[in-house]
Nanobody
Framework: QVQVAESGGGLVQPGGSLRLSCVAS????????MGWYRQASGNQRELVAL???????TYTDSIQDRFTISRDFAEHTVYLQMNSLKPEDTAVYYC??????????????WGQGTQVTVSS
């Protein structure tokens, strides 16, 4: 069983910053790809940023140069530093990870989501 838990969401004014954290835990779990998706009200879930097992990052165009994804490989933890936040960044942010338990097949896991609201 793999548990994925996010933290760090909240209310922030436009131009402000937030840092999201996510920990993936499970006996014999090895995470490969980790990252963040978001879903605004009435919209489909969309990719925000990914970081793979060797630290290569991918960002969606709308957050380029404002958000930074990073990772603690040993602790199966992924972070999303969000700067210069805009009202259109308001969404539920979901942590994603892909990995294996022991020699089992690779599976995808999701957190419950954390609300980020950008408003004055």
């Amino acid at each position: 069983q793999v548990q994925v838990a996010e933290s760090g969401g909240g209310l922030v004014q436009p131009g402000g910053s937030l840092r999201l954290s996510c920990v993936a835990s499970g006996n014999m779990f090895s995470a490969d790809m980790m990252g963040w998706y978001r879903q605004a009200s009435g919209n489909q879930r969309e990719l925000v940023a990914l970081i793979d097992g060797i630290g290569k990052t991918t960002y969606t165009d709308s957050i380029q140069d404002r958000f930074t994804i990073s990772r603690d490989f040993a602790e199966h933890t992924v972070y999303l530093q969000m700067n210069s936040l805009k009202p259109e960044d308001t969404a539920v942010y979901y942590c994603f990870c892909s990995g294996t338990i022991g020699l089992g097949p690779r599976r995808d896991y999701w957190g419950q989501g954390t609300q980020v609201t950008v408003s004055s």
